[in-house]
């Protein structure tokens, strides 16, 4: 049975993905913080599919905890405890409004929460993914600032790890919170982008792939949203006029069920942009910004030198 691990997958889009990845008989590891939680998804699945589903206590805002997590997946990889990896979903998110907050590490939340932790994942557990797996990353239509979906709660701005890391410190800009998760979504693009690039150049068959699921309000993202506010977000006539200035709006489970499809499709293409948009998928052109090798290359770069990745670390497969 494949084995597939996934950031965030006990809830919203990433639990949707999980149920549909279980019914299709997928083993799932579930990375996460709140074990409490995972332990009670992973027993409903267990009951309801019959598949292997392991927990592993994750902060993927924090280095260490990043760290820490993947050196298990590897242990239990290799005990037989859990298969090698078909796919790693990098999936987890949040926005964080107001001043911002930084992590144990001294980064911007956002971008640790949602770019950097999945990019030193990613380097971590590469070589534990299959001759033929795949990486998919949950982005956001947010991402591009061209379009209505990236006016909408702050244009991205042009993505330097280093400030976007100290926003706000330093003598870096302040970026408000819209701006920081949009930003943020941009670096993942970026970093699916330029995954892919590596990974051909070392002639692997891995794929890497993005994913916007389109804007869902029934999920725990707008938790920081006082309940009357996410009500209305969510309420008909307040999709119908976001759908109508052009937003892009998804579906809470065949959005779930569309990051399942791009983790095992064999007709998904790698390096490429893929959004759920009225009830379908498509492969789409993402902001153009993600297209400038030289900047996903910097940002690359830069990623490693705050991560500290340590010679050890490399992965084989990249060298
Ligand atoms: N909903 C939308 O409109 C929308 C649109 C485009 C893209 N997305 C993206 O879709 C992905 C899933 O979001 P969602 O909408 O399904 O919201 P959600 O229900 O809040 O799911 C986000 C998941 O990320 C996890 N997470 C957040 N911070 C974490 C951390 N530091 N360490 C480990 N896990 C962490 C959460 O776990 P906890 O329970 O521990 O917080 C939760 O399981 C995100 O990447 C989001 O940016 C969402």
């Not at 144990?104 to 929460?113: M, N, P």
Request: proline letters at 3%; glycine letters at 10%.
């Amino acid at each position: 049975m494949p084995t597939i691990l996934i950031t965030g997958g006990h809830s919203g889009i990433g639990l949707e993905c999980v149920k549909e990845l279980a019914a299709r008989g997928v083993d799932i590891v579930l990375a996460g913080r709140d074990l409490a939680r995972l332990d009670e998804t992973a027993a409903a699945l267990r009951l309801r599919c019959g598949v292997k589903v392991t927990t592993l206590g994750m902060d993927v805002s924090c280095l260490g905890s990043i760290r820490e997590a993947a050196a298990q997946c590897r242990r239990m990889i290799e005990s037989g405890e859990i298969g090698r990896l078909q796919a790693i979903l990098c999936n987890a998110g949040a926005t964080f409004r107001g001043e911002p907050s930084y992590t144990k590490d001294g980064y911007e939340l956002t971008f640790a929460t949602n770019y950097l932790g999945h990019f030193l994942l990613v380097q971590l557990l590469i070589d534990s993914l299959e001759e033929d797996g795949r990486v998919v990353f949950t982005a956001s239509g947010t991402h591009d600032p061209d379009t209505t979906d990236g006016k909408f709660i702050g244009r991205a701005v042009k993505p330097d790890a280093f400030a976007l890391a100290k926003t706000g410190l330093d003598g870096n800009k302040r970026l408000p919170g819209g701006k920081r998760y949009t930003t943020s979504k941009l670096c993942v693009v970026l970093h699916a982008y330029e995954l892919d690039r590596r990974l051909k150049a070392a002639g692997l068959r891995i794929s890497s792939i993005a994913y916007d699921p389109g804007a869902i309000a029934a999920t725990g993202l707008l938790r920081d949203v006082p309940g009357p506010a996410r009500a209305m977000i969510g309420s008909r006539p307040v999709r119908w006029l976001m759908k109508r200035v052009g937003l892009t709006l998804g579906d809470l489970v065949q959005s779930g069920r569309a990051l399942a499809h791009l983790a095992v499709s064999s007709d998904v293409l790698s390096g490429r942009y893929y959004q759920w948009k009225d009830g379908a998928l498509h492969e789409r052109r993402s902001a153009d910004l993600t297209y400038d090798q030289m900047l996903a290359e910097a940002l690359w770069r830069d990623s490693r030198t705050l991560v500290q990745l340590s010679p050890e670390e490399e992965p084989e497969r990249l060298k």
